[in-house]
């Protein structure tokens, strides 16, 4: 079976600083792909980043970049610079064999 | 373009009802998904669909049918509705299955 963890149900973060979120997933796969997709309160589903499971280089888009250790089969999205505007619920999901599964979020506050 | 388009956007339904929650896209994407979003349980894949004409069941299908006749619709059908059905219903769509999702404005349904 495959699963994704997301042990944090909520944060909090200053605005300006960094933080970061945890996601580990379960799979006996070899070929698959992780996504953190971002739900602010307008509930629209956002694509944050995504990473290809068979490249080593950990992907990054801006201000978020994610620490991706296979081995150990871990995704987590690290946010540099917090702004207002990244307040909203962060999903961590994973995609094999046309199957999405997602966790069951973490819910990030950016404090002014 | 307009993306990923769901109708309605929120629907009341008594237990028994039946109905059809639409979702369109316009990007000729041959990937499509519905999910259903529930409090402390993230995203679950309900069905999904590689391309017209082929679909197949997700984590959570049991309630629901869908069909795929044409590359752009992907209609979930409510056969006979039950309280356990309350949720946020998301459709997606991606190129192919690895690839980025894109997720429309989802439907709240509520099942008396």
């Known amino acids: 079976a495959q699963t994704v963890t997301q042990s944090q149900p909520e944060m909090s973060v200053q605005e300006a600083e960094t933080v970061t979120l945890s996601c580990t997933y379960d799979t006996s796969e070899n070929n698959y792909y992780l996504f953190w997709y971002k739900q602010p309160p307008s509930r629209q589903m956002i694509l944050v980043i995504r990473?290809?499971?068979?490249?080593?280089q950990n992907a990054t888009e801006n201000r978020f970049s994610v620490n991706f250790q296979k081995a150990a089969k871990s995704f987590s999205l690290k946010i540099s610079d917090s702004q207002l505007g990244d307040t909203a619920m962060y999903f961590c999901a994973f995609m094999t064999g046309n199957q999405f599964y997602f966790g069951t979020g973490t819910s990030l506050t950016v404090i002014p | 373009n307009a993306g990923v388009t769901q109708t309605p956007k929120f629907q009341v339904l008594k237990t028994g009802q039946s109905m059809t929650l639409q979702c369109a896209q316009d990007?000729?994407?041959?990937?499509m998904s519905w999910y259903r979003q529930d409090p402390g349980m993230g995203l679950r894949l309900i069905h999904y669909?590689?391309?017209?004409?082929?679909?197949d069941q997700g984590e959570v299908p049991n309630g629901y049918n869908v069909s795929r006749s044409t590359t752009e619709d992907f209609p979930l059908r409510l056969l006979s509705a039950a309280p356990s059905q309350t949720s946020v219903y998301f459709c997606a769509s991606s190129s192919a299955g690895g690839e980025t999702q894109y997720f429309g404005p989802g439907t709240r349904l509520l099942v008396l």
């Open positions: 990473q290809e499971a068979y490249k080593q």
């Open positions: 669909s590689v391309g017209a004409g082929i679909t």
């Open positions: 990007m000729n994407h041959e990937y």
